[in-house]
């Protein structure tokens, strides 16, 4: 496996990790919140109003508190998701490493039978069969890409289907499938509302604020 693909699933890991890590400051926060709310008035020499004032003080300090540290770790998140995306693009964009000389001669002559085949065929549904079958049987992934690429070419008169060229595009290499099979996940994380109702964004806006909970999945305050 390459490097690339053995950093990616590293960052993922770390990925989920900082995601896990999301849920615990916001959960201490609330836990520091409330044990602080008790001692607003421990003489209890406030009137309602002065507890009011003070548990907003409490409420306006804390917040600020969990934004520094919120704001740090949804760039962290979001900066590594981008950086693990760009790597997978680049996996996924990736040409197959090309076989060895007398393999890709072989391939060659096969081609090069089937582009006469194909010329020469007045039967459309034979011929279009004779193209699928080559398309399926490509097997090492340089070839099946080569396919893909002259695949208009090769179709020319018969107008074969779309899924034949589908099929040629689908012979992957393993790290491409495996790529492919996370690939949604990770073109989602850059935007990923790290803070969610799963993991105490709910208490931070039901006793810290609203304002704080809406503010909590941007990468730095003022953010839009």
Do not use: W
Not at 8 to 30: F, G, P, Q, T, Y
Not at 43 to 64: C, F, H, I, P
Not at 108 to 126: E, G, H, V
């Amino acid at each position: 496996m390459s490097k690339e693909y053995e950093q990616i699933h590293a960052n993922i890991e770390k990925l989920r990790s900082l995601r896990k890590e999301a849920s615990k400051i916001a959960l201490e926060h609330v836990r520091t919140f409330r044990e602080l709310s008790k001692d607003i008035d421990p003489e209890g020499v406030l009137n309602g109003a002065g507890r009011v004032k003070k548990r907003y003080e409490l409420r306006d300090s804390t917040g600020k508190v969990f934004l520094a540290a919120a704001h740090k770790i949804v760039k962290q998140h979001h900066d590594l998701a981008r950086k693990t995306k760009s790597v997978a693009d680049a996996i996924m964009d990736s040409r197959p490493e090309k076989p060895d000389d007398v393999s890709v001669m072989r391939f060659n002559r096969k081609l090069a039978a089937l582009k006469t085949d194909l010329m020469l065929s007045t039967n459309a549904q034979a011929a279009t069969q004779k193209l699928r079958e080559f398309t399926q049987s490509a097997g090492h992934p340089y070839f099946a890409a080569h396919v893909a690429d002259h695949f208009a070419e090769l179709a020319g008169p018969i107008i074969s289907t779309a899924s034949d060229k589908d099929a040629a595009k689908k012979a992957l290499t393993d790290e491409q499938k495996d790529v492919a099979h996370i690939y949604d996940e990770l073109a989602n994380e850059p935007r990923r509302a790290l803070f969610n109702e799963a993991n105490g964004i709910t208490q931070i806006r039901d006793e810290i604020g609203k304002d704080i909970a809406a503010s909590a999945n941007k990468e730095e305050e003022g953010e839009g």
